[in-house]
């Protein structure tokens, strides 16, 4: 079994990375009509960050999921032939734009390292459960610094600086989260469960157990007010509700949640500046280009409407790689919007192509939750998929125009150094979960009797 699970892993991270090189080449071709010529020190690149976690796997986690990794190196792939192109677009238009694809190279490395590691030093997942309030502390700790750092940017203050380097921690906050949420839940889930009382056929959750939602509320709030970081809160706040239903199975906490979410968004959109100026968009995007003295108060950008110009320019098949002009949404065009670039140049099949791998990655992340044993393992799974769903939506709705914009970066398509790392990281913890339920599943089959 463990074999047969490795040499899938090997095919498909082979297609991962043909599929990485061909569109590398293919990006180079379209814009400068020649061969790119790092094409050989990419093609290196990409068969070593396959080659080490897969080897990484096959020795430390061999009853590991087999798409987990080759998805994850399929997508961190297209997300550095993205930027290979869009470097092309931004450097012709804006004179002193810095190329972002190398660097981004150097982070994947970075991640993939991150990944191994975890695969190397963390035997068991368990582990973790041990340590769930030193995580919670560390969290919010990181979660709030941003609100002590002097200035923003882009309007938000997510970002910690330290000297020349900056990060997000509200990356790597999520992932510990999810550690916090899986213990405390599988400690007090009967608590939470069984007791409560019913109001028209609904069983209310109890005022003693509404502290932890109560707190978990307040805290995003916080970080809309201070930080003014709209995706980092639905995705805090979305984690958990998703958690607690997975573990209790109440329909009322899902309903609690959203209540609460709306209230709390409403009070925050209605009054801070920054947050409403991005409901403002959502709601009157193409007023942008009306006369100054006719747009909606505290509308002052073009990004979403560029964005939903480039999607319908798109149409189903796109412009083509390396054909379109995504580099008009401005700064953002290489984070969050890149995914415009997809829907421009790759149309609605490369969209849902994207999406569906990233679909496919949070199936298998609930497989893992579904394949493990013990009931952290399922909760910190279902938590981590969770997380990665939820960041999708929430960058991919706001760039076509469903929900506000966030300013989060899509994971491992988008420029960012932080992404890239919280989310290799993840990858492991759920190849760690995953390697231990199909361990659990090869010890619990009968071996076959002998004949004669």
Same mark, same amino acid.
């Given at each position: ?6 040499? *899938? ?114 035997? @068991?997942? *368990? ?69 409560? *009382? ?95 003295? *006719? ?16 999607? $319908?320019? $798109? ?20 984070? @969050? ?116």
């Amino acid at each position: 079994m463990a074999r047969r699970r490795r040499n *899938r892993e090997a095919l498909l991270l082979t297609m991962a990375v043909l599929i990485s090189c061909f569109g590398y080449a293919y990006a180079g071709l379209s814009v400068n009509g020649s061969f790119p010529r790092g094409f050989p020190g990419f093609a290196a690149s990409m068969v070593c960050l396959a080659l080490v976690p897969h080897l990484a796997v096959r020795r430390w986690a061999p009853y590991a999921d087999p798409l987990i990794l080759p998805l994850s190196i399929l997508l961190s792939g297209f997300g550095l032939v993205l930027l290979f192109r869009l470097d092309f677009a931004y450097s012709a238009r804006y004179k002193t734009a810095e190329p972002t694809a190398s660097g981004q190279l150097l982070w994947t490395v970075i991640g993939v390292a991150v990944c191994v590691g975890v695969i190397l030093l963390l035997k @068991d997942h *368990r582990w973790l459960q041990r340590y769930i309030y030193v995580l919670m502390a560390i969290a919010l700790v990181l979660l709030m610094a941003p609100a002590f750092f002097p200035g923003d940017t882009y309007g938000a203050k997510r970002w910690i600086f330290i000297g020349p380097l900056s990060f997000q921690p509200g990356e790597f906050v999520k992932t510990m989260i999810a550690v916090f949420f899986a213990g405390y839940l599988v400690a007090h889930r009967d608590a939470l469960a069984l007791t409560g *009382r019913k109001v028209l056929g609904v069983r209310l959750p109890p005022g003693r157990q509404l502290g932890p939602i109560l707190a978990v509320w307040v805290l995003s709030l916080l970080v809309l007010v201070f930080e003014r970081d709209l995706g980092t809160s639905l995705i805090f706040f979305g984690l958990f509700v998703v958690m607690l239903y997975t573990a209790t199975e109440r329909t009322s906490w899902v309903l609690f949640g959203l209540a609460m979410a709306v209230v709390g968004a409403t009070v925050v959109g209605s009054t801070e500046p920054h947050v409403k100026g991005r409901i403002v968009a959502w709601l009157h995007p193409f007023d942008i280009f009306l006369p100054e003295d *006719r747009r909606p108060k505290g509308l002052i950008s073009s990004q979403l409407a560029d964005a939903l110009f480039g999607f $319908g320019s $798109g149409g189903v098949t796109g412009t083509g790689l390396g054909q379109g002009h995504p580099e008009l949404i401005g700064f953002a065009g290489r984070s @969050d919007f890149i995914l415009t670039t997809v829907g421009e140049e790759l149309g609605l099949a490369g969209t849902m192509a994207v999406l569906t791998l990233y679909a496919l990655l949070v199936q298998r992340g609930l497989s893992a939750a579904l394949a493990s044993r013990d009931p952290f393992g399922k909760l910190l799974a279902v938590g981590l998929s969770a997380a990665l769903a939820l960041q999708v939506f929430v960058v991919a709705g706001g760039v076509m125009g469903l929900i506000p914009l966030t300013g989060k970066a899509l994971p491992f398509l988008a420029k960012g150094g932080s992404s890239l790392v919280a989310n290799w990281l993840l990858v492991a913890t759920l190849i760690r979960i995953s390697d231990s339920g199909g361990r659990a599943l090869q010890e619990s089959v009968p071996l076959p009797r002998a004949r004669g």
